[in-house]
C-alpha cells in the first residue's frame, strides 16, 4: 500500500513548523538571558557609582577646614603641621600640600594660603598681628645736664625688645598726650620725665619714674624709674 503524496507534504509541513517554533524559542530564551545580564550588570553599576558618591561626599564632609583666618603674633613660627589648619581622615593626610609661600612672617598683615586636596586648593588667610608691648632696659636711673643741654629720649634707654621698629620719646607734658624726642631745661631744679616706647603698630610703654626732692646743685637732676603699667 502506497502512502499519498498529500498526507506526506502535510506531515513534512508540520515537522518544519514545529522546527521553526523551536528555534523561535531557543532565540527568546538567549535574548532573555542577555537581558537579565544586561540589567545585572547596570544594576552593578549603579551601585557602584552610588557607593563611590557616598565615599566622595563622606571624605569631602570630613576634610574641612578648621577656620577661615589663623592669626599669628609678629615673630612667632607659623605652624606647618596641616593637622593645625584640618580636620580630615587619617586615610588622606599624605594626599594634603599645605602652601604658605605667600605668607611674609616678618611683616604685619593678611596674607593668602591654602591646602591642596585631589586637585583642588582650599583657601584661608594667615593674619600676623603685633599686639604685645616693647620690653625696655633703661641705661640708668639719674641723668644730669646743665641749663638748655638737650637731652634725648633714645640716649635714656639701653635695650628695646620687640618684634618691629620702635621710637622712643618723653611725654612733652605730664599729662599730655604729644611725645617729644628731646628736651631742654632753662631753670636749675629737679625733673621728672616718663618715657615712652612704641613701635610701629602703636604698641607702647610708658615708663613713669617715681618723684624725687628738688636738687640743691647748679645742674638739672633728672630720675627716670620704672617701668609702671
Not at 49 to 64: D, G, H, Q, R, V
Not at 114 to 135: H, L, M, N, Q, W
Request: with cysteine; charged share 25%.
Amino acid at each position: 500500500m502506497h502512502k499519498h503524496p498529500r498526507s506526506l507534504d502535510f506531515k513534512y509541513g508540520v515537522l518544519s513548523r514545529g522546527s521553526s517554533q523551536y528555534n523561535e524559542g531557543a532565540k527568546e530564551v538567549i535574548l532573555v538571558k542577555w537581558r537579565n545580564k544586561l540589567i545585572t550588570v547596570i544594576l552593578l553599576l549603579f551601585i557602584f557609582l552610588e557607593l563611590f558618591s557616598i565615599y566622595k561626599i563622606t571624605t569631602m564632609a570630613t576634610f574641612e577646614l578648621k577656620q577661615t583666618v589663623f592669626t599669628y603674633e609678629l615673630g612667632q613660627e607659623v605652624s606647618q603641621n596641616i593637622e593645625d589648619y584640618v580636620i580630615c581622615p587619617d586615610r588622606i593626610k599624605k594626599s594634603l600640600t599645605l602652601n604658605l609661600k605667600r605668607v611674609n612672617l616678618n611683616k604685619v598683615g593678611n596674607y593668602n594660603a591654602s591646602i591642596e586636596y585631589a586637585g583642588r586648593d582650599y583657601g584661608f588667610k594667615i593674619k600676623i598681628v603685633d599686639t604685645k608691648k616693647p620690653t625696655v632696659k633703661l641705661k640708668k636711673l639719674v641723668y644730669y645736664v646743665n641749663p638748655n643741654q638737650p637731652l634725648y629720649a633714645k640716649n635714656t634707654v639701653a635695650e628695646v625688645n620687640d618684634a618691629s621698629l620702635t621710637q622712643i620719646y618723653f611725654l612733652k607734658k605730664e599729662n599730655s598726650e604729644e611725645l617729644v624726642k628731646e628736651k631742654t631745661y632753662e631753670k636749675v631744679g629737679t625733673y621728672i620725665e616718663r618715657v615712652v616706647v612704641r613701635d610701629e603698630q602703636g604698641n607702647a610703654i610708658v615708663i613713669i619714674p617715681d618723684m624725687i626732692s628738688s636738687s640743691q646743685s647748679q645742674v638739672i637732676s633728672i630720675l627716670i624709674h620704672g617701668p609702671h603699667w
